[in-house]
Each structure stands twice: as C-alpha cells, then as structure tokens.
Nanobody
Framework: QVQFVESGGGLVQPGGSLKLSCVASGSIFNIATMRWYRQAPGKEREWVASITIGGFSNYADSVKGRFTISRDNAKNTVYLQMNTLKLDDTAVYHC???????????????WGQGTQVTVSS
C-alpha cells in the first residue's frame, strides 16, 4: 500500500508565504509525475502544478510566477513553495502522483488526504 501525507498548511495573511510538503511511503519502486491540486469550498478540484521525475515543471496560469513545485526523489517528497498568497488561494491542497510498486509494474495514481491553506487578513 502507498500513502501520501501532506503537511505545511495553515493560516497566512495576503502576500505571505507557505511551503507545503508531501511525503510518500509504502511499497514504492518508482514515482513518476507528482502534482499538486487544490479544492476551494464550493468549487471543483483544480490542478495547480506538476513536476516530472526529471524535474520538468508546469503550472496553472493562476499560480504561475508565485508558486514553485520541487521534489526530492531520494525522500519520495514533493514540495510546493507558495509566495505572494492571495485570498483566492484558500483551499485544501492535495498531492497526487503516479507510482509503480514493482519493477516493470504499471503506474497507479494516488492521492494524499490534503492540507488546509487559508489566506485571510
């Protein structure tokens, strides 16, 4: 079984910063693309950022230039550095990844349980 656990959420004022972490554990052979999604109250879950195993990253237009995704493959961890936070960034942030649990095995998609980020003055 594979688990992803997020941390680092909290309450921050507009313009502030937070860094989220998501650690994977369990029967992991390889983690391919890792992603962050978010879901605000009353809204659908939306993609925020992705990073490939080689470090290529991509961002939603709403966070481009403010958020930075990174990963530490040795620690099975993905990060999201969030700067210049806005009220609209308030949401539960979830990590997501494609994982193979055996050599030459298929990729399976896993989600973390989420961490709350609240931007408020």
């Amino acid at each position: 079984q594979v688990q992803f656990v997020e941390s680092g959420g909290g309450l921050v004022q507009p313009g502030g910063s937070l860094k989220l972490s998501c650690v994977a554990s369990g029967s992991i052979f390889n983690i391919a693309t890792m992603r962050w999604y978010r879901q605000a109250p009353g809204k659908e879950r939306e993609w925020v950022a992705s990073i490939t195993i080689g470090g290529f990253s991509n961002y939603a237009d709403s966070v481009k230039g403010r958020f930075t995704i990174s990963r530490d493959n040795a620690k099975n961890t993905v990060y999201l550095q969030m700067n210049t936070l806005k009220l609209d960034d308030t949401a539960v942030y979830h990590c997501n990844a494609d994982v193979s649990t055996a050599p030459y095995g298929p990729l399976e998609n896993f989600w973390g349980q989420g961490t709350q980020v609240t931007v408020s003055s």
